[in-house]
């Protein structure tokens, strides 16, 4: 999930489900605390804390975090465009925690087939096996 994220780092198109979106969530929450933390660290006896190693790690996760909501809006059936409802104030903790929360379309969408994308297919998005039994004499 967080290596699925990673390996299609500025990847817009296609579809992440659920499981990447959290664990990627997850990721950048631990990433940043960690970041906080260390420039707590290092900045002990400063008058301010300086926020080097945050700032580093948010520049680090914005281009992934966005290419990451595209997908999950791709995966529910819409527009990456919806993305703009995160600069309206309430909605959008709303909007994103919904976002998370609501499982992906069924099958193929306008976006992409449900293992596009980054997504593992299931055993209902495989074909049922055929067995060749080959011809009768």
């Not at 290596?3 to 990847?11: G, H, I, P």
């Given at each position: 999930?967080?290596?699925?994220?990673?390996?299609?780092?500025?990847?817009?198109?296609?579809?992440?489900?659920?499981?990447?979106?959290?664990?990627?969530?997850?990721?950048?929450?631990?990433?940043?605390?960690?970041?906080?933390?260390?420039?707590?660290?290092?900045?002990?006896?400063?008058s301010e804390p300086t926020g080097v190693f945050f700032g580093i790690a948010l520049v680090a996760i914005i281009i992934p975090n966005l290419a990451l909501y595209a997908r999950r809006l791709h995966d529910i059936n819409r527009s990456g465009w919806w993305m703009l409802l995160g600069g309206v104030p309430i909605i959008n903790f709303i909007f994103f925690l919904v976002l998370g929360a609501v499982d992906g379309t069924d099958g193929p969408n306008r976006f992409a087939n449900p293992n596009e994308g980054g997504m593992v297919a299931g055993p209902k998005d495989q074909p049922p096996a055929r067995m060749d039994l080959g011809t009768a004499s």
């Amino acid at each position: 999930m967080l290596f699925t994220a990673m390996k299609n780092y500025a990847k817009f198109s296609g579809r992440a489900d659920r499981k990447e979106f959290w664990g990627f969530f997850l990721f950048a929450i631990l990433l940043v605390a960690a970041a906080s933390a260390l420039d707590l660290m290092v900045s002990r006896g400063a008058s301010e804390p300086t926020g080097v190693f945050f700032g580093i790690a948010l520049v680090a996760i914005i281009i992934p975090n966005l290419a990451l909501y595209a997908r999950r809006l791709h995966d529910i059936n819409r527009s990456g465009w919806w993305m703009l409802l995160g600069g309206v104030p309430i909605i959008n903790f709303i909007f994103f925690l919904v976002l998370g929360a609501v499982d992906g379309t069924d099958g193929p969408n306008r976006f992409a087939n449900p293992n596009e994308g980054g997504m593992v297919a299931g055993p209902k998005d495989q074909p049922p096996a055929r067995m060749d039994l080959g011809t009768a004499s």
